[in-house]
């Protein structure tokens, strides 16, 4: 059964979300994230994805205080991103309670530092963060596209034993169009070994069953969810 994990995004402490990683397109949906990661927990959500968006722009972390009260105030799994640098970065993401951090960015431009994260961490807490962007990996909270495919990056970190990937569509986040399902087959079909998370754009239960039916390992949900476009309801068959 496919994971269903709603996110939240970060921008100066409030829970917020963009559309297609545009800064300049923000939408504030809560002033206060626990509140929100509580409700999720009440209808039976067991995992988050948090993200530190001023993190991933300012490239150092930002919002550890978010992290460190969702997790002494709930009992949720949290993976964190957003700003994940060096290896203090690292050790006090999960130091604040973090049971997995999505690393993007460092895996795009400095193999050998996630490399040894990976090594000293172990692939079950480490998320391979794979956003793309007309077939290219973005990197900096999305601000910059890179001269890197992504199947070659996906290749190159399963053949070190990467568990864990979540890839994101850049121009479906956000825009409530649709996610990317050939993309996402095309994913669970290639990296059989892995856990496929799709992100970006779902924008219907219809298509959660449909990512279910390929065998996708877990769903990243933001704007639907608050938008109530997909209810929590209509997710408890996969809770």
Known sequence: MIEIIPAIDIIEGKCVRLSQGDYNVKKIYNEDPVKVAKEFEDAGIRRLHLVDLDGAKEKHIVNLPVLEKIVSNTSLQVDFGGGIKSGEDLDAVFDAGASLATIGSVAVTQQALFLSWLSNYGPDKLILGA?????????????????????????????????????????????????????????????????????????????????????????????????????????????
Do not use: H, P
């Open 131 to 239: 956003d793309v962007r007309d077939n290219y990996i973005a990197v900096s909270g999305w601000l910059e596209t890179t001269g890197t495919r992504l199947f070659d990056f996906l290749d190159n970190y399963t053949a070190y034993g990467v568990k864990n990937i979540l890839c994101t569509d850049i121009s479906r986040d956000g825009m409530l169009i649709g996610t990317a399902l050939e993309l996402y087959d095309d994913l669970q079909k290639r990296y059989k070994q892995s856990k496929i998370i799709a992100s970006g754009g779902v924008a219907s239960v219809n298509e959660v069953e449909k990512l279910n039916d390929m065998g996708i390992g877990g769903v990243i949900i933001g704007k639907a969810l608050y938008e109530g476009n997909i209810t929590l309801e209509e997710l408890k068959k996969f809770l």
